[in-house]
């Protein structure tokens, strides 16, 4: 049988075919070297333009929401076109219970922060009520998603200081829930400088994520001379 025309809606099974003839085994290995703690076996090596292009594809159509709805699943590309479709839901109640539903299978640093949901920067009220709970959950990569929320649509005209409190308080043995501790408050030192600044001055940070904050700020083009100067100094 002959494949289906790029313009017409892909059936959900043939999904992975589709995946599977676009990998690359070269772009496979280059992408399990950056994801050491995912199985090479689970990375095709498709890249996220034609990922994208798939995305923008199946976009409203039956396929997608029968993908969205086949949770768990198998490959890395698969899990990164889970993203890419959420990324054009409009609704915000539907894409925040979509969300909700991948969390959980979410297991590696590069699927979550692929997620950007444009349908949230309107609802930052709501939203703001949904990231306790991930903050709470225990799970690497809800943890690391949530602390992303607060850094993506938190840190200018809706910021709290009620934020920076919980994002430091959270204790973590975790190198990817850190990692994104320290991006968080470098990133607020160059939008929030003045509400953040205690947090080193005051030594408020376990002192890994104290090091690694002051790291990425005084690296940032975001942050002035002087700034950085300072932050040198508080090392």
Known sequence: MSPAPASRPIPAASLRERLLAMSEPGYRAF????????????????RSPALWALARELRGSDAADAFLG???????????????????????????????A????????AVCDSLSLPCFKKHRQTLAEAIPGWLASGKTYTVRFGIKQLMDHFLEEDFDPAFP????????????VNMMRAWYFATALAKQWDAILPYFTQRR??????????QKAVESFRVSPEQKALLRGLR
Request: glycine share 2%; net charge negative.
């Open 70 to 100: 086949a949770l768990p699943h198998l490959y890395q590309e698969e899990n990164l076109l889970h993203g890419y479709l959420l990324a054009f839901e409009r609704d915000f109640d539907r894409c925040l219970a979509r969300v909700e």
């Open 165 to 176: 409190a919980a994002v430091a308080a959270l204790r973590s043995e975790e190198y990817y």
């Open 102 to 109: 991948f969390l959980p299978w979410v297991d590696n640093w």
């Open 205 to 214: 940070l376990d002192p890994w994520t104290h090091a690694k904050s002051i």
């Open 31 to 46: 992408s399990a070297r950056l994801i050491p703690d995912l199985p090479p076996e689970r990375i095709l090596g498709v």
